[in-house]
């Protein structure tokens, strides 16, 4: 099943604010998304950036939300335990949360993605995204994803 996912901070293919970047703040932008059947037990989030010189850069990795959460909010506190129940993995820089976007030269593209899954992972936080990705391994329901682009203003 298909996922509906947006934000009220981008529309699809739209440049992605400032205060979500290095530029700004760095803080996690809102991201919404949809139920899109009754068997979810649980949703999964990761923002990358496949346009990275060094390959796939992943921003952000969150894990085990619960079924009734339909959104991260704007300026999700980088811990490894959710308010809402998620989970936070690590980044491509191996820090828990939410990491700005900050491309080194010209204009990059972000992937927010939203799994739907018949399970919860049960992982210990700070998973890498590969953990995360090995481990809903037949048990997405329902994705989605959001793009948003970006370049850094120096």
Known sequence: MEVQVKSPAFSEGDSIPDKY???GDGMSPPIQWDVPG???????????DPDAPTGVFTHWVVYD???????????VPNEDKLPNGGVHGVNSIHKT???????????HRYYFKVFALD???DLAPGAGKKKVEDAMQGHIVG???LMGTYARNR
């Open 21 to 23: 970047t290095c530029n």
């Open 97 to 107: 949360g939410y990491l700005g976007m900050c491309p080194p030269k010209g204009t």
């Open 119 to 121: 399970k919860k992972l």
């Open 143 to 145: 994705e989605g994803e």
């Open 65 to 75: 939300l619960p079924p009734d959460v339909h959104e991260l909010s704007e300026r």
């Open 38 to 48: 009754d068997n979810v037990q649980s949703f999964a989030v990761i923002c990358e």
